[in-house]
């Protein structure tokens, strides 16, 4: 069976850190506390470079547009350079996940593509410039910058890996949301699908009967179907294991049953027959898979979790890029994320049933969705774990929201199935918009502060605290070296 794109994308991302290993291991033992001793010398040299070439870079500068995030960003990849001289302790497995989570970071906060390479071309000229200047033996300087280029080219293939991964997972995932914010109707949809290959069965019929036996008879790939599944399906049902079966059942209709179809046609009529009686099996097969994936995903895909109605939480990455976005061009004036998590949850199941639990979560749902502005975008994160992105919101507001909610939840007196009554408190955190270059960091630190209010005694409101902010290097150096 065929790998996942994605699973095939790890498995050359660990066969390219199986020859980084290689590389370590055959490297000679005096070259690297060099490359490090260049650096620990002139890493003040090095941030000044990074900091005037993503600054001047109109790409870059377009993504990272702030002092603050330029510096959070410079800070990022100076960390990264003295990782990558740093070998000790560090699996091959590791090595590999690093790399790949800089590469999905880097697709996340939206720099171009290009950024990544043209960073390295740079760095590895600035390593040659260096260690020119120590007026090494020949194969010593050889040595060296071999291992600068290895060093630093395993990296950036395994991150390119990544960032066309995330490339091509966010657009799947933003056309999904694009579709579901369109307002598509998945249970009309899934009719339309099963009348399209109802339809292009009739034609096949009609076509045969009336003698068209010439190689022209209709193909599902190139039927109103077969195209919706070759273009929009995947979009929709990504990974879906339903989507094969209907791949390898359209390949042998059109491979093999039509094509043997339309050579039966002077044949007995017990031998057509049995050639019909294969195709209609396969279309039964397809409209089987068909319906099941439709049921499967109807409700996700409506972009509601069935339970609380709220917004289903794989949408969230698309919705926080967006406002990020947004704030980058100046559209809005900050925002914030607020989590909410029921406190001890696990008692309630435990003690009344799931199907009480059910009841408890969904009127918590009712509670932030009266709570919150029409503006705003209620999730159901997971569990008993709720996010609440609050659009054009100060921190101020935010954290009145979330009191507001801590405090309705609390005088809840909820009756339950079994005919008791109970009432349960919740723990919140807020983060606002920082200026933050991704949108995991800002998960990051509301799941931190959430984090916080359970820790500090539950039933509170705690606020994340912002990012750390690096002071900024002195820009006057100018440009990294040229070629």
Known sequence: MMMEPHQQDVQLAKQIAGAWARHIAEMPPEVRPLLQQILNEHQDDLRRRYLAYITNDEGIAAVVSTDEARNKLTDI???????????????????????FEVGAMMERIGLPAYALSRA????????????SLQNLPTQRFADCMRAVINLVDYSVEIREVS???????HARMDEAYRLQALGQNLATERERQRASLMEWGHNLLTAFHQGDTSGRLPRLWKSDFGLWVNHKADLLFEGASEMDQIVEAINRLDSDLIPGLAQSAEAERAVISEWMRRIQEEISCIKFSLSGMFDARLEAENGRDPLTQLLNRRFLPSLLARE????????????????????????VNDQYGHQCGDTVLRQAAEVIVNTARPSDFAFRYGGEEFVLVLVDCTLARAEEVAQRIRQRIQEMVIALPTGNHIQVTASLGIAPFSDDLDYELLLQRVDQALYMAKQKGRNRVEIAHTSTVFVAADKSSGSWLQV
Not at 120 to 131: D, E, P, S, T
Not at 163 to 169: E, H, L, W
């Open 120 to 131: 390295m071309r740079k760095l590895k000229l600035w390593f040659l410039h260096y260690l």
């Open 163 to 169: 960032y066309q991964t995330s490339v091509a997972t």
């Open 324 to 347: 990020i976005a947004l704030q980058k061009r100046g559209v809005d004036h900050g925002f914030c994320l607020l989590m909410l998590d029921l406190d001890h949850f696990k008692n």
């Open 77 to 99: 990849f100076m960390r990264w350079v003295g990782e990558l001289l740093t070998l000790e302790n560090i699996t091959t497995d590791t090595y590999c996940e690093r790399q």
